[in-house]
C-alpha cells in the first residue's frame, strides 16, 4: 500500500513539473514525457494490468491537469503502460530497470503512444505527415528517452553496477 501512496507522491511532482518546467526544455516545439517514463517503470515494477491501470490514471490526470483533449493521454498511457508491462519480469521487478533494455522499453511504449497521441492531436493542423512523424513521433520518443537516462543511470547508481 505505501508504494502506491509513493506512486500517488511521484505523480503529483511530476505533474507539476510536466506543466511547469518541461516547456522550458522544449526544443523545436518537441518536449519529454516524464509522466511516460512513470507509466513505464511502473509497468516493470509491478506487472502489465497495474501498469495499464496507471497509465490509465496518469493519462487522465495529465489530461486534466495540462488540459491538452481529455481523454488522448488517458487512451494513450493505458496503451504504453500495457506495452510496457509485457517486458515485467516476475521473478526479479527490479532486472530491466538495471539493464539496457529499460531504454528500449521506454522507446517502444513512447513510439506507441506517440503514434496515437500525436495522430489524434495534431489531426487538422497545417502540419505535414512527414513532420509529424519525424519531429513529433520519433523526436518527442527520443528525447524521452535521453531524459529516461536520468533514471537508468539512478538505478544503477543504487547497485553500483550497469548489467547489460
Known amino acids: 500500500m505505501t508504494q502506491y501512496v509513493r506512486y500517488a507522491v511521484v505523480l503529483i511532482l511530476l505533474l507539476v513539473v510536466q506543466a511547469t518546467l ?3 526544455i522544449s ?3 518537441v518536449t519529454p514525457d516524464v509522466l511516460l517514463i512513470l507509466t513505464v517503470v511502473i509497468a516493470l515494477r509491478e506487472g502489465q494490468i497495474p501498469g495499464t491501470i496507471a497509465g490509465f490514471i496518469i493519462g487522465l490526470m495529465s489530461d ?3 488540459g491538452d483533449f481529455l481523454g488522448l493521454g488517458a487512451l494513450t498511457k493505458t496503451l504504453a503502460g500495457f506495452t510496457a508491462g509485457y517486458f515485467y519480469n516476475e521473478m526479479n521487478p527490479m532486472q530491466v530497470l538495471t539493464t539496457y533494455m529499460f531504454i528500449l522499453v521506454v522507446a517502444v511504449a513512447g513510439f506507441v503512444h506517440n503514434i496515437i497521441y500525436f495522430a489524434f492531436l ?3 493542423f497545417p ?4 513532420e509529424i512523424v519525424i519531429k513529433f ?3 518527442s520518443t527520443l528525447y524521452t528517452v535521453i531524459v529516461s ?3 537508468f543511470f539512478y ?3 543504487r547497485t553500483g553496477v550497469i548489467h547489460t
Open 137 to 139: 513521433m520519433i523526436g
Open 64 to 66: 486534466i491537469a495540462i
Open 127 to 130: 502540419v505535414s505527415a512527414l
Open 149 to 151: 537516462l536520468v533514471l
Open 122 to 124: 495534431l489531426q487538422g
Open 155 to 157: 538505478y544503477n547508481s
Open 22 to 24: 518541461i516547456p522550458f
Open 27 to 29: 526544443l523545436a516545439g
